[in-house]
């Protein structure tokens, strides 16, 4: 397929926890592996942002870490633009980051306080030994500046990171990727330290970005509610492995797997009335860990609707059911029903 | 429903070298029985000032200027610290601060950590301490076992029921919850949300809840005070702000625009331009003036008051007496 970007097949990453010397000794005290990533397979399309959903320790920032080859995957491939990079030598990985690039978490942590804005966004240039004259490098760094909205350039360039705001910084922190024309970007929670008030802006700026260059994103993140304005498709995490996939109003307004509609009825709503009531969570407890996943479907601990066959029976693959839309969940169908028998009732 | 706390033009201001940060800038504000007041707004208003002030520890180099905390009709600005200690924090007055789950010492037992807390405040001898300690466990849904447990044994959602338990023990009549469940995944969120909602009725509690979320406020505030640069510019009740009618404040109502939500379909977010002023030299007229949309020349000249739109509902913006 010549309209994907990156794909992902059948991705693992194991974990080996630590062992003392006399514990590797003794073969009882034999520590499991822990399996943040166990088997996962998508695409992302060239010009699309793509949504990866999921709680804390489900391995969604794993997998971007694996995207951008920081880790090294246990199994499985990452194909992009058609080319196999699971394994690259450090020439090749170093032309490969210059077209994937990240953008972190922590605006406030992934700068030098002692660069200016100019060093700042000067420096991949460098690492990356692009050959340019004093001019033209600033002539980038204006241009990058003005993609990302930092009016005028001169004065930003100028400026120290801590004269900037959060937002100012995740600004910052865009151009610096854009500096060096990536072809996509993984943005790990990129607006989550980031002001309410101003969180929207941050996220038409990058679609804005998006879209006028033709990127694809990664957008890493565990708040559905921005990503329904912001991400084409979405796929559901839950504890290394992709639970439903497709596209965003569908996952959102008809979300089939039980970990989506409970990810979905936690979202709070800014409407009045609902002070009185204890909102009923159609799920149990907390996340278990990775290093002890569940046997069967690895959400029947959690689930309201676990049947035995669920405990018992292999775990259920993506299935597809509609245009794009896949879900591993073997009671979806009735699961479905029911909801509607509760809404209408 | 009688008044528990009353704050009557509080002024807390950050003394600095470069002059003084008016972080609380003539507050008042009344809290009832039994009632959950919400506190919003965005980062540096001064929701956090305003909490560590009422439990009578505003963070140096911070100084009440004037104003007064009434609890139950004693104004605890004055009182020695030892007095404070003995009979207002933590006794009636406790906080769960923000990202205190993240400041349990890691070299000590849940249970130990816990022990500190009630050795403290009180004199109980350590059986009672103890049985104490596993009773309020049970309170936030956790197993007795945990005390023996380090904190980084626990899950997020576990950490932050202990720092609530921990702000329980001592049958405090209020409780400020600073931002309680920001580092929080949406599902942990709606369960602590739920506990406190539990916790409330079982033990008759009022709660100040401090969050930049609107959304979240809707969940479990009975009366929201927005604040703004140091000063509420809005006070209502939940059906207010959020029913049909909608917020009286410009602010308040850009701030509701800003929340995403996850079902009413929209083209665009909304968002408000610009940064909170300095809050040294805070702009002439009304603070907001500068980043509101319906700001008219009054606005850049005077300082609205906050007066009553609607029973019980206050608003500070020169719109409401434009006509």
Sequence with gaps: MTDTILSVKNLKKYFEPHQSFTQSIARSGQKK????????SFDIRRGEIFGLIGESGSGKTTTGKLVMKLLEPTSGQIFFNGEDVTHLSKEKLKEYRRKVQMIFQDPYASMNPRFKIKDVLEEPLI?????ATIEERTKMIVKALEEVKLIPPDEFMGRWPHMLSGGQRQRVATARTLILNPKMLVADEPVS?????????????????????????????????????????????????????????????NPLHPYTQALIEAVPEPVTGKVEIIKELPIYGEIPSPANIPQGCRFHTRCPYATDACKNEPEPELTLDGEEHYHACRRAYEIQAERKRKQAG | MNSLLKVE???MHYVTSKGAVRAIDDISFELMRGETI????????GKTSLGTSILRMPTPPGRYISGKILVDGVDVIPLPEREVRRNIRWQKISMVFQGAMNCLT???TIGRQMMETINEHSDLPRPDAENLIKEYLGYVGLAPEIVQRYPHELSGGMKQRVVIAMALFLRPEIVILDEPTTALDVIVQAQIINLLKKLKQQFGLSFIFITHDLALEAEISD????????????IGSNAQIYGAQGPGHPYTE??????????????????????????????????????????FDRCFQEEPPLVEIEPGHMSACWLHQRG
């Design chain 1, 33 to 40: 592996p822990i399996k943040a990533i166990d088997g996962i």
């Design chain 1, 127 to 131: 690492i990356h030994k692009v050959r």
């Design chain 1, 193 to 253: 330290m980031i002001d309410l008030s101003t969180r929207a802006e941050i996220l038409h700026m990058m679609k804005d970005v998006q879209k006028e260059l033709g990127l694809s994103y990664l957008y890493i993140t565990h708040d559905l509610s921005t990503a329904r304005y912001f991400t084409d498709r979405i796929a559901v995490m839950y504890l290394g492995r992709i639970v439903e996939i497709g596209r965003a109003e569908d996952i959102i307004d």
């Design chain 2, 9 to 11: 033009n509080l002024q």
């Design chain 2, 38 to 45: 919400g506190l919003v707004g965005e980062s540096g208003c």
């Design chain 2, 106 to 108: 890691p070299v000590y």
């Design chain 2, 223 to 234: 009366r929201l005070c927005v604040m703004y640069a140091g000063k509420i510019v809005e």
């Design chain 2, 254 to 295: 850009r701030l509701l625009g800003a929340t995403p939500r996850l079902f009413k379909k929209v083209e665009q977010l909304q968002f408000i331009p610009g940064t909170p002023p300095d809050l040294i030299a805070p702009p002439k007229g009304c603070r907001f003036s500068p980043r509101c949309n319906k700001a």
